[in-house]
């Protein structure tokens, strides 16, 4: 039973418009979620993450924005950019469980020129 | 520079085999993970270790085997008890504060023969 959900494959955007990659979880004891960034054969990478207390969490191009009454998050990223396609992989942890992450299965991004 | 190191890049086994990742960092974390990665799938936990010389079962440890006597060093062992060992294997770490930044490995690809 998926526990953390990306229920889109894959997405396609234009360069320079928004892009926003949706996220669903089950488990209401999750008190942190993160988003991570992979290339093919290689290792993900941190982007963002929010805390269950906040509704909104901003970094440069990237902005996660976190609905737990739906339990459902999203990343928006303004202006796509070529270089973020990749694949997003949405976690989820629960408290005191740190590193021991709870991933979807990813969605595929792709920023046409 | 500082990260995480993980050896062979490319594996190729035959069936009935053992097999032993090597992931180092030199980040000084406390903290060691192994995640599993199959295609269109999410990473999912092996193992984790906290401390030196102690180590937990993560959601799907069977047909594996990890050691932690040092801090820098968490080798996985994919053992011919392993049904379906054919995957891409991350490794990570985390510092003693977690920020929910798992660093991770450029990854191990291993094929079973």
């Known amino acids: 039973d998926q526990q953390v959900k990306q229920n889109s494959p894959s997405l396609s955007v234009q360069e320079g418009r928004i892009s926003i990659l949706n996220c669903d979880y089950t488990n209401s004891m999750f008190d942190y979620f993160l988003w991570y960034k992979k290339y093919p054969a290689e290792g993900p990478t941190f982007l963002i993450s929010i805390s269950s207390i906040k509704d909104k969490n901003e970094d440069g191009r990237f902005t996660v924005f976190l609905n737990k009454s739906a339990k459902h998050l999203s990343l928006h990223i303004v202006p796509s950019q070529p270089g973020d396609s990749a694949v997003y992989f949405c976690a989820a942890s629960g408290a005191g469980s740190q590193g021991n992450l709870i991933f979807g299965k990813g969605t595929k991004l792709s920023v046409k020129p | 520079d500082g990260g995480i190191t993980q050896s062979p890049k490319y594996l190729f086994r035959k069936e009935g085999q053992n097999v032993t990742l090597s992931c180092e960092q030199n980040l000084n974390h406390d903290a060691m993970y192994w995640y599993r990665q199959d295609p269109g799938q999410g990473l999912r936990l092996i193992y984790y270790?906290?401390?030196?010389?102690?180590?937990q079962k993560g959601d799907i440890a069977e047909g594996y085997s990890v050691s932690r006597e040092k801090k820098e060093s968490f080798p996985l062992t994919v053992t011919s008890a392993q049904k379906n060992p054919t995957a891409f294997y991350l490794c990570?770490?985390?510092?003693?504060?977690?920020?929910?930044?798992?660093?991770f490995g450029e990854g191990s690809r291993l094929t079973v023969l």
């Open positions: 990570a770490s985390i510092s003693g504060h977690w920020s929910g930044e798992l660093f």
């Open positions: 270790s906290q401390i030196v010389n102690d180590f």
